[in-house]
């Protein structure tokens, strides 16, 4: 029996008859009082018509005191409890023998898309490409960890007026040898030359460009060839990135692919009374939620991107059946995500369907911009992330892949360590620092158990059965068996940054124990159980880190 079912066993034993709260143990806030403490107490004195406090001593003395040490009933009615050293020895053992350090499988049977990273194809992914990515894919790992079957989804921007430009581009401003080595560098190279030519005043080479893609949109056999062959070596592109990240994609359906669903939405819209006409164009009134007018079909009989998410979104459903969709982009979508999930809803998707807005990240305190000439390349990026690590870690020997997992997992963890609301600054000096809140940090963490471990095998000790006993045993105990719920907490928020803190705090909170307590020099039976916890421990950092994409290598 878990905590919470033991004090809810003894809620409904103490108030027979009366409908008792679903009661929740919580960590307590201060380890004086305990080690948990459950405050339901005070709602059912009210159903049951008794002072607080009485009831909570009725709650006290209902409880199977087999578990516990102490339970006290404190200020109006909180009840404080602490757990006997059975009941954490035991509970230990539990986590330590579960699969995946105890994460529940909660999600076992339920399906749910996550939409993240797609980046806008023809262009190289840079420093702003990053956000998405990596919170997108923590998620990811986190809802699969939970045992649910993920369809993650990268919903490339492959469609739009971009093409008329960079075919025109294609044919017009690269030479013969780029065209044949065709890369998502000269790609951008001729996007910029066209686009600057179709600004020009006599708009010929405009007008040519809005041609190629009219041919492109009518099925032209020669447009159409070229801009698969964009995408593929865009696709290519991403997925070399993808790579280094550890990110991996169930599907590629970019928006080209609703193309032409789109027709399809719209009319059914209109009969169902929810699109309207427009000074020309098509729209759904959204006045009444404050989410102003969606515009489903401009003037011109063009779509836009309310239409794609919502064939995108019927074509989802149809599909897969998800219980969820999660779409992760920067907060400047809020608003779209609001109109076309509240048209979604009218169009009868039940589906859950959830935006996860990031805030702008800067770098190294300027926003990041082509202006602030600080647009950097993601693959630039990464490889001075490598570069920097391997200064680090050459003097321990430390090698190329070596580098390449602490100098990634650096600018992971600066990103997901944020709650992905708020807007972050990327710095190098924080996100390599060795000592605070960083991904080297937890990393060292994590090499420094192993290599504890492995002295202990060296020296023929092994970890024992879990018999924590001093404060600081204690503390780490609680600490470990908190693993499973910060994942859960992690996922119903969205905030893999949930998880990091939990990570954090936990290893700082084995460095007090490990500062205050012998471990290879304690008596042989301290030192097993001890053993056990230190391990525990390294389970737990690697599986969690794991959830944030993030290497935890044996050796730093
Ligand atoms: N391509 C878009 C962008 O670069 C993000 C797409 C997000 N997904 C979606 N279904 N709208 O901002």
């Not at 040898?177 to 030359?193: F, I």
């Not at 705090?505 to 084995?510: A, K, M, P, V």
């Not at 053993?531 to 525990?536: G, Q, T």
Request: proline share 4%; aromatic share 8%; glycine share 8%.
């Amino acid at each position: 029996m878990t905590l919470d079912e033991t004090v809810n066993a003894a809620f409904a034993s103490a108030f027979p008859g009366v409908e008792a709260p679903s009661a929740r143990v919580v960590p307590a806030t201060d380890p004086r009082f305990g080690d948990y403490q459950c405050n339901d107490a005070l709602k059912i004195a009210k159903k049951a018509g008794m002072k607080p406090r009485d009831a909570a001593q009725r709650v006290a003395d209902a409880l199977d005191r087999a578990l516990f040490d102490k339970v006290e009933v404190a200020g109006p009615g909180f009840l404080n409890l602490t757990v006997s050293a059975s009941w954490l020895a035991s509970s230990l053992a539990a986590l330590d023998a579960a699969p995946k350090c105890g994460i529940p499988q909660s999600g076992a049977g339920k399906r749910i898309v996550i939409d993240y990273s797609s980046p806008n194809a023809a262009k190289q992914m840079h420093i702003g490409h990053i956000r998405s990515t990596v919170i997108g894919n923590a998620i990811d790992r986190i809802f699969r960890a939970l045992g649910y079957d993920v369809v993650a989804d990268n919903h490339l921007g492959d469609w739009g007026t971009q093409f008329g430009i960079l075919i025109k581009g294609y044919r017009e401003c690269l030479t013969s040898a780029e065209r044949e080595n065709l890369t998502v560098a000269s790609l951008e190279k001729c996007y910029v030359l066209s686009a600057a030519k179709a600004k020009e005043e006599d708009g010929a080479w405009k007008d040519a460009c809005r041609a190629e893609l009219v041919k492109l949109q009518q099925g032209d056999a020669e447009n159409l060839a070229l801009w698969r062959r964009f995408i593929d070596i865009s696709i290519g592109e991403f997925e070399r990135m993808y790579a280094k990240l550890g990110v991996k994609f169930d599907t590629y359906r970019g928006e080209s692919y609703y193309n032409d669903m789109m027709p399809g939405v719209v009319e059914r819209l209109v009969k169902a009374g929810l699109a309207e006409e427009s000074e020309g164009a098509l729209v759904v009134k959204l006045e009444d939620e404050k989410l102003g007018v969606a515009i489903v079909r401009k003037s011109d009989g063009g779509y836009n991107y309310t239409t794609s998410d919502l064939a995108c979104v019927e074509s989802r459903v149809a599909e897969y059946a998800p219980e969820r969709i999660v779409y992760v982009t920067d907060d400047r979508q809020q608003l779209h995500f609001r109109q076309f999930f509240s048209i979604a809803r009218k169009m009868g998707v039940t589906a859950a369907l959830v935006h996860v807005p990031f805030g702008l990240m800067s770098f190294q305190g300027k926003a990041i911009s082509t202006r602030e000439g600080n647009l950097i390349r993601l693959d630039d990026l990464l490889a001075e992330a490598k570069r920097r690590a391997l200064d680090i870690v050459k003097d321990r020997g430390g090698d190329e892949r070596l580098a390449e997992q602490i100098g990634y997992g650096a600018v992971k963890y600066t990103d997901l360590s944020h709650d992905p609301a708020t807007a972050i600054d990327f710095s190098w000096d924080k996100a390599l620092a060795l000592e605070g809140n960083s991904g080297p940090y937890l990393q060292y963490a994590h090499a420094r158990v192993c290599s504890l471990m492995d002295k202990a095998a060296a020296e023929g000790a092994a970890p024992g059965a879990f018999a924590p006993s001093t404060p600081a045993e204690r503390r780490l105990a609680l600490q470990l068996l908190e693993f499973p719920g910060a994942v859960v907490r992690a996922a119903e928020a969205y905030k893999p940054s949930v998880l990091a803190d939990y990570l954090f705090q936990t290893s700082q909170i084995y460095s007090s124990f490990y500062q205050s307590t012998p471990v290879l020099k304690a008596d042989a039976a301290e030192r097993a159980s001890r053993l056990a916890l230190v391990s525990l421990f390294g389970r737990i950092l690697k599986e969690g880190l794991g959830l944030l994409g993030i290497e935890a290598p044996r050796r730093i």
